[in-house]
């Protein structure tokens, strides 16, 4: 599965969020997220971001902060993020919920 990492905190460039067939990319406040469980693993997205920031899971092995921005991938839509009152779960369609302006604890404090 393809996932979005460091790179993308306070660019948030969105290009890739054009080009997903099954708009599973959900926009954060700091970053976007990649819906795993949502996403076909096309890799159309890849290419797009003009800072390179998505990766393939698979090639975080080894790598701590890949590893971290894979398990908070999943925690963005399986936990309670600030202000909300259930977990955001698997909406189906990242534009029907609109940007969330929102992020996970641990994006919320990293620092580069
Ligand atoms: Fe982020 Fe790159 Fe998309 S900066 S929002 S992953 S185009
Ligand atoms: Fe969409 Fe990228 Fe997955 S374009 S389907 S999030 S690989």
Known sequence: SFVIGADCVDVND???TDVCP???IYVGD???YINAAE???CGACEPECPVEAIFVDRTARGDDEKMAFVEDSRAFFSEI???RSEPLGNPGGARK???LGVDTEFVAQYEA
């Open 30 to 32: 700091r970053k976007s």
């Open 22 to 24: 099954v708009d599973c």
């Open 97 to 99: 919920v609109g940007d």
């Open 81 to 83: 993020l600030p202000g």
């Open 39 to 41: 996403c076909i693993d």
């Open 14 to 16: 969105r290009a890739c």
